[in-house]
């Protein structure tokens, strides 16, 4: 009877996992999302939406702000079967992908796999609990694969301190500031009319491969 019991849970934890799995990596539908408006100039967030903690969700919103501060116009789009693979009249794009079971999320994945980013200046982050460098390095392969000029990426956490000295109970909080501050500064870039890479600001800001005391704050 034991037996049969303990073999019920473990499919029923099985069934589980399985089907937050998907849940988590559903597509949304697609939908073009205008957040600011004004400025000729216009900087386009791609995103998984957010299923579980809001927190693919609050980072777009981060980036729009700065991109907005930067003087740029703003959309939002989620990544999906029907996402348009050039996106076209963008100065400047950004990617927020979600971290599961070490990888970026399905719905990212795909996306990028067709989409043809040539030359369009990107940035990148990869949010997750805290245990986001396989995923980094797989979200890097697929963005170069893309053409994507790749100006900065880095993991943002939940879980995890994202700079040497704050507290986890402000991660959220200080993650959105570092998404905010990479936009507007990849804004100022894009504005300027400067090859990004040459600015020492976004070139600190990029990619994390370990400790977060590598990184700017
Ligand atoms: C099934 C599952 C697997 C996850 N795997 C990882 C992981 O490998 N590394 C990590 O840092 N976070 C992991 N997370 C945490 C998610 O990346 C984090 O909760 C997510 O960024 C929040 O997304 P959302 O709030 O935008 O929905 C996992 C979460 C779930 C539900």
Do not use: C
């Amino acid at each position: 009877m034991l037996k049969w019991i303990l073999l019920a849970l473990v499919v029923m934890v099985i069934l589980a996992v399985v089907g937050v799995t998907f849940w988590v990596q559903t597509e949304a539908p697609f939908r073009r999302v205008t957040l600011a408006e004004g400025p000729a100039e216009r900087a386009l967030i791609l995103y998984h939406t957010s299923r579980d903690a809001h927190f693919s969700d609050d980072l777009a919103a981060a980036l729009a702000q700065g991109f907005e501060e930067g003087g740029l116009s703003v959309d939002r789009w989620p990544m999906t079967k029907s996402t348009p693979p050039r996106p076209e009249g963008y100065a400047v794009v950004a990617v927020v992908s979600n971290t599961f079971f070490g990888a970026p999320d399905w719905p990212t994945a795909r996306y990028l796999e067709r989409a043809k980013l040539t030359d369009l200046d990107t940035i990148a982050i990869i949010a997750g609990s805290g245990s986001t460098d396989r995923a980094e390095r797989l979200l890097r392969a697929k963005l170069e694969k893309t053409g994507a000029r790749l100006l900065a990426l880095r993991p943002l956490w939940i879980k995890r301190p994202n700079t040497p000295n704050s507290h986890t109970k402000d991660n959220r909080e200080i993650a959105m500031g570092l998404a905010r501050a990479m936009a507007t500064k990849a804004a100022d870039n894009a504005r300027a009319g400067k090859p990004a890479r040459d600015d020492p600001a976004l070139r600190i800001m990029e990619g994390s491969e370990g400790a977060a005391g590598s990184r700017v704050q």
